[in-house]
T-cell receptor, first 116, second 112 residues
Framework: AQSVTQLDSHVSVSEGTPVLLRCNYSSSYSPSLFWYVQHPNKGLQLLLKYTSAATLVKGINGFEAEFKKSETSFHLTKPSAHMSDAAEYFCVVSEGSTSGTYKYIFGTGTRLKVLA | EPEVTQTPSHQVTQMGQEVILRCVPISNHLYFYWYRQILGQKVEFLVSFYNNEISEKSEIFDDQFSVERPDGSNFTLKIRSTKLEDSAMYFC??????????FGPGTRLTVL
């Protein structure tokens, strides 16, 4: 079975400084990986996705992530944090089944706090 | 831009009552999912649905749960006899086959 591990439950950065949210995955084959963001009392919004094309993936709002197979990592970065980035971030791996559907396996989430 | 919608946004019910959570997936999607997120915990897969039948279900999805696509647009999750521990945010999602899943805004279920 596939899994994802988000190494930090909470991350605090100052506005204007870089953001790094770490994610490691476990998969027996080339995975599809995603980052989703959840703002307070809101649903899940896709930030970016990796599906075996370019290893550096650019997403919305200036976020990007790099797929590193040798390190089994898919860390999320942003050069300069904005107050509006404060939210919960989920790393997700897509796992297929014999039925042909693909369920998402979520990490435990990282709560990003941005300090003024 | 097409989106997944869910109703109601918040449902309060008494323990032992039946609840039905409703979702309208994106119209050309064929795969449908329910996930739940207990407060403070991670999002967990409940069930996937394709071609009018359950494709996969988790251990959480016991006999108290059922899903249905009663018409061409709605996708529902029914909990027959709610328990306190069913209190959670329930997310519906839809997708094309291996593509990105699009999530609805969620229904917060509170069981008293």
């Amino acid at each position: 079975a596939q899994s994802v591990t988000q190494l930090d439950s909470h991350v605090s950065v100052s506005e204007g400084t870089p953001v790094l949210l770490r994610c490691n995955y476990s998969s027996s084959y080339s995975p599809s990986l995603f980052w989703y963001v959840q703002h307070p009392n809101k649903g899940l919004q896709l930030l970016l996705k990796y599906t075996s094309a370019a290893t550096l993936v650019k997403g919305i709002n200036g976020f990007e992530a790099e797929f590193k197979k040798s390190e089994t990592s898919f860390h999320l970065t942003k050069p300069s944090a904005h107050m509006s980035d404060a939210a919960e971030y989920f790393c997700v791996v897509s796992e297929g089944s014999t039925s042909g559907t693909y369920k998402y396996i979520f990490g435990t989430g990282t709560r990003l706090k941005v300090l003024a | 831009e097409p989106e997944v919608t869910q109703t109601p946004s918040h449902q309060v019910t008494q323990m032992g009552q039946e609840v039905i959570l409703r979702c309208v997936p994106i119209s050309n999607h064929l795969y449908f999912y329910w996930y739940r997120q207990i407060l403070g915990q991670k999002v967990e897969f409940l069930v996937s649905f394709y071609n009018n039948e359950i494709s996969e279900k988790s251990e959480i999805f016991d006999d108290q749960f059922s899903v249905e696509r009663p018409d061409g647009s709605n996708f529902t999750l029914k909990i027959r006899s709610t328990k306190l521990e069913d209190s959670a945010m329930y997310f519906c999602a839809s997708s094309e086959r291996r593509g990105e899943q699009f999530f609805g805004p969620g229904t917060r279920l509170t069981v008293l």
